[in-house]
């Protein structure tokens, strides 16, 4: 017998027209059982990407879809700049005290680079918001989070693969900005045993929804590694020549190593989180505070030269390279120990790399110019 079900969940993503804010929704949309509300800003997003989520959900209703299955492809889109704790009090009071059963909160500004260039606007939006959200979810009796963390908050870690006892030592405002959000949400936890967080530090995502209707878009030329290389293929960049930042790594071939895993996977690991805010779960079990963290990588270290044999594979597009100095910031290797999450709760990151180059291709062929074409 079906799960009669009365109502959907209300959750909210923030973040939710980004890459992984929309993987994620997708995601969520996909049990049928959550009402998605977004909030975003738009600073390194469309609109138009929830458009295609909501597309890609109702393509894939069962032909004997109900009226819950249906209103759980809409998307309650609202702009928002989280650093405005005006505009965060609006969104929740369309929904009411407890109106909003949990929310995943993903928005953030992210380049270690630029965060060492302006701090103050890390800060701001990734912790003064993380506050303000945090500070408005209490008044609207919403004690349920999934926080969106990194592997920078290990810095430079001690040991290869990454457990999550390891010490937080972030090397970059942004990193930094991931540590002391983490901290307030544990010290919330403790404070008030109704709260139940978990964080997810993200390796490294990569990869679309193998449809192509939805990918990564980054605004103006991009920092990370594969959406240079996918637009280095397309034309959307110019160069012919990748500028390697340093083979003098401790690394088998020199180059920085990273833990690659597709997006969906990342996208599935939301919701195993989510799940596991619910009263019944076990994975707060001893601890004095409803407050956990979990790696979300696959254990899997790639190189940059790898990863661009990887691409060359999947796009025919014969990359040429030249290694040039170090990028500030940047670490030799952030692999994770996966193991905690696999056995508490659930996840494994299945899909290879071979699988993300081509679902980030596929995406990137189909849409040139990003939701830009529209
Ligand atoms: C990967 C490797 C570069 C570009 C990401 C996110 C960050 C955080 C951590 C989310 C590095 C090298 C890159 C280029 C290069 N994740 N590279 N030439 O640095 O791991 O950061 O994960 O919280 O927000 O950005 O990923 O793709 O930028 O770099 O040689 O033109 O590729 O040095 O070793 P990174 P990346």
Redesign the pocket.
């Not at 969106?148 to 920078?152: G, K």
């Not at 990748?242 to 340093?246: C, E, N």
């Not at 180059?255 to 990273?258: A, I, Y």
């Given at each position: 017998m079906p799960e009669q079900r009365t109502a959907l969940k209300n959750v909210l993503v923030t973040g939710g027209a980004g890459y992984i804010g929309s993987h994620v929704i997708y995601a969520l949309q996909k049990t049928r059982r959550y009402k998605v509300i977004s909030i975003d800003n738009n600073h390194n997003s469309l609109p138009a990407a929830l458009d295609r989520v909501s597309r890609l959900s109702k393509s894939e209703l069962p032909e004997d879809a109900t009226e819950l299955d249906i209103a759980s492809t809409v998307i309650d889109s609202h702009k928002c700049d989280l650093t405005q704790p005006a505009q965060i009090k609006s969104v929740f009071e369309k929904y009411g005290k407890g109106g909003i059963w949990g929310v995943i909160h993903i928005a953030?500004y992210?380049?270690?680079g630029e965060s060492t260039e302006v701090p103050l606007t890390y800060y701001a939006n990734n912790v003064g918001a993380t506050i303000s959200l945090l500070q408005i979810m209490s008044d609207y009796d919403c004690h349920r989070i999934v926080y969106?963390?990194?592997?920078?908050v290990y810095g430079t870690p001690p040991i290869i693969p990454i457990p999550e006892t390891t010490r937080l030592q972030a090397d970059s405002p942004?990193?930094k900005t991931?540590v002391m959000a983490e901290t307030i949400i544990d010290d919330l936890c403790h404070a008030d045993q109704r709260w139940r967080a978990i964080s997810l530090r993200?390796?490294?995502?990569a990869g679309a929804h193998p449809s192509g209707l939805i990918g990564e878009d980054p605004r103006g030329r991009?920092?990370?590694?594969?959406?240079?290389l996918a637009h280095m293929a397309v034309g959307r960049v110019k160069d012919a020549t990748?500028?390697?930042?340093?083979n003098d790594?401790p690394t088998p071939d020199g180059?920085?190593?990273?833990d690659y895993l597709h997006i969906m996977d990342l996208a599935s690991g939301h919701l195993l989180a989510l799940d596991a805010l619910a009263s019944d779960s076990k994975v707060f079990d001893g601890l004095d505070a409803h407050f956990k963290a979990y790696n979300l990588g696959k254990g899997k270290g790639m190189s940059?030269l790898q990863?661009v044999e990887a691409m060359r594979k999947a796009t025919g597009f014969n990359y040429k390279?030249e290694i040039i100095g170090?990028?500030r910031?940047?670490v030799p290797d952030?692999t994770a120990d996966p193991s905690l999450a696999e056995k508490e709760l659930g996840f494994k990151a299945s899909q290879d790399l071979e699988t993300m180059c081509r679902d980030l291709w596929n995406w990137q062929t189909k849409n040139p110019l990003g939701y830009g074409d529209i």
């Open positions: 953030a992210k380049a270690v969106s963390s990194s592997a920078t942004y990193g991931k993200y390796f490294n995502p991009p920092g990370n590694l594969l959406p240079l990748l500028r390697v930042f340093g790594y180059t920085c190593v990273r940059v990863i390279y170090r990028r910031g940047d952030l």
